[in-house]
């Protein structure tokens, strides 16, 4: 049985959505995210836009197949805000996106309960208002031949119908290309039995 080799995504970055419980306001926001640096940056971009909200609350799911989350609470009760936002992520399947919920109090407490709901509920407007794309999941590999087998190589990456991320032509060639993660053994074998041409994968 062939792994699955896609994953969900977002495009970019959603629009600002409103809940509101008991004169509490939870804007929902969420951000296309492809490393740390984007999900710091996320949140200080969001500081500044709400320099006065009392919490901002978020979680984040990065990777394919190891898969690194967070999820934090900002000064909520334990587990009432990060862990319902993550749960969003987890049930519309998405990775390599961030979520936030910045909350101005409305002067009434909602309790544990009321606040799980309004920061689920929260996550799930963002990830409604966002839109949601089908991706790959893509092996790099680096090709370097002769000019020689130029001609070759091509035929295979046309045939095949590869992506080539990058090239170098110098004294020899150097492509790297892309491949969808169940059709990279094929390929590999395939341009292994080439001769004269190196394929190694790029990490």
Avoid at 92 to 111: A, E, H, P, Q
Wanted: net charge negative.
């Amino acid at each position: 049985m062939e792994e699955k080799d896609t994953f969900k995504t977002i495009v970019k970055p959603s629009e600002e959505t409103l809940f509101k419980d008991r004169n509490s306001k939870f804007f929902g926001y969420a951000f296309p995210v492809n490393s740390d640096d984007d999900i710091k940056q996320s949140l200080e971009d969001l500081k500044k836009i709400h320099p006065n909200a009392g919490h901002h609350c978020y979680a984040w799911q990065l990777g394919t197949e190891n898969i690194r989350f967070r999820a934090n609470d900002d000064g909520e009760p334990s587990n009432s805000a990060g862990q319902p936002i993550y749960g969003q992520i987890q049930a519309f399947d998405v990775t390599n996106v961030l979520i936030v919920s910045v909350r101005y109090f409305g002067g009434t407490k909602l309790g544990v309960g009321g606040l799980i709901n309004a920061y689920r509920t929260s996550a799930k407007l963002a990830l409604e208002a966002s839109e949601i794309i089908e991706k790959t999941i893509d092996v790099h590999y680096k090709l370097t031949f002769g000019y020689d087998m130029m001609n070759k190589v091509q035929q295979i990456i046309k045939k095949q119908q590869l992506e080539i991320i990058s090239q170098k032509l110098e004294l020899n060639c150097e492509y790297v290309i892309s491949v969808r993660k169940n059709d990279a053994e094929n390929l590999y074998q395939l341009i292994d039995n080439l001769y004269k041409v190196e394929i190694t994968i790029q990490e």
